[in-house]
């Protein structure tokens, strides 16, 4: 198995800052140079650190090599990557690939990863640090959460309730834009079929999950809807690998278009 293209990228982007910063003499600031040279080569460092872990891990995931050959981590991630253990052979279905590697904002050095097999989607996290000042290293992994992972689907839902496809619609788009911005991954801008009281609502006090969550991967698993006075109540069901939990959408119609008048959080 090669490694992902993603890891290619990695180191040739390493490369490139590395060559960009040597040569440029005709700087008025040379120290001011230099530092930002540093600096580069440091994010470089470990974004490379990161990649190759995160591509050696998905092969360990898939059930090759051992945790003890984990390159660039620190020997209490390898000690953690081996007791989480792989996917059961069992259980998989194809080969297990490395499909993301995202930094998570406001936390540096820290990345999701995302492997998939014809089947299943898992999620890792993992923060890279810098060791005795010198070589950066993986420091920190949260492996993937494999009950949740493997679960059988559940029973099939029941019929929707007639004339519910245009509020469904709006919950679902809904979703889209606030499962992101609720995890501060993403922006308010990014939210829509949603009432302008709403989004001034949200703008004024922002909802947000624990930093400690923030690294997570919130997915819709279910969307249940219902007659609510002269509208629609949604009961989207939640869960980021660590957590399920369940929103309250309220749907409304305004101007001849079903828009969510209101949110739920996270209890």
Not at 105 to 129: K, M
Not at 218 to 235: D, N, S
């Amino acid at each position: 198995m090669t490694r992902p293209r993603l890891l290619l990228a990695f180191i040739t982007a390493a490369s490139v800052v590395a060559i960009a910063g040597c040569g440029n003499t005709d700087h008025p600031s040379r120290s001011s140079s230099a530092a930002t040279r540093r600096a580069s080569t440091s994010t470089s460092a470990e974004h490379v650190a990161g990649a190759l872990f995160a591509a050696a891990y998905v092969r360990f995931l898939d059930g090759t090599g051992t945790a003890a050959a984990l390159p660039d981590a620190t020997m209490s991630v390898r000690v953690l990557a081996g007791q989480a253990g792989r996917v059961p052979a069992a259980r998989r279905r194809g080969t297990l690939v490395l499909g993301e590697l995202r930094a998570v904002q406001g936390q540096p050095g820290t990345y999701v990863l995302a492997a998939s097999d014809a089947a299943h989607t898992f999620y890792a996290t993992i923060a890279a640090s810098q060791q005795n000042g010198r070589r950066w290293l993986v420091s920190e992994l949260t492996p993937p959460d494999f009950v949740q992972a493997l679960a059988p689907p559940g029973p099939p839902a029941p019929p929707p309730p007639a004339g519910s496809s245009a509020p469904e619609r709006a919950a679902h788009v809904f979703l889209d834009g606030y499962l992101p911005y609720l995890y501060g991954q993403g922006s308010l801008r990014a939210i829509h079929d949603a009432t302008a009281n709403l989004v001034v609502g949200l703008q004024r006090r922002p909802p947000r999950v624990p930093l400690t969550m923030r690294s997570l991967h919130p997915k819709l698993v279910a969307l249940a809807l219902q007659h609510h006075r002269a509208g629609w109540q949604a009961l989207p069901n939640i869960t980021d690998g660590r957590e399920s939990y369940e929103l309250v959408l309220t749907i409304t119609q305004t101007r001849g278009r079903w828009l969510v008048s209101s949110v739920g959080n996270p209890r």
